[in-house]
């Protein structure tokens, strides 16, 4: 799930089953007959791309998903089908906790940024103090 970006569920998912694990996927290409895959994600410096045999655990980057609009008739159709409602007993799935959190912290704190006027005095703080250029 894209949803908190936390990205713990897939991990965590992959721990316990003890296969290897490719996370924030944007982009899967199944390679060596179906037994692997390779998995491009976007990091700090550009595109990192991994490969895992299979079976795998790969969590999605939010722009791994190209959404489809629905139909009028299929919106439609939605309406009128039932759902059927099922509990995690019916499903046997088992609800006790795994995982204990122990504690939070705050991360540790960082200077302010500087405010630049204009690109001239950008290049030169990146000439002159960052070294950079």
């Known amino acids: 799930a894209v949803d908190g970006d936390s990205n713990q569920v897939g991990q965590l998912m992959a721990e316990y089953l003890g296969w290897p694990q490719a996370t924030f996927a944007s982009a899967i290409t199944v390679t060596n007959g179906g037994k692997a895959a390779k998995v491009a994600r976007e990091v700090d410096g550009g595109i990192e791309t991994v490969e895992v045999d299979f079976p795998a655990v790969i969590t999605a980057d939010l722009r791994l998903n190209e ?63 960052a070294k950079v250029l």
């Open 67 to 129: 959404p489809r609009f629905a139909s009028l008739p299929n919106i439609m159709k939605a309406k009128r089908t039932a759902i059927e409602v099922k509990t995690l007993a019916d499903l046997g799935v088992e609800t006790t906790l795994k995982v204990r959190t122990t504690r939070f912290e705050a991360p540790p704190g960082r200077q302010a940024g500087k405010k630049v006027a204009d690109v001239a005095d950008l290049v030169q703080k990146l000439q002159n103090e």
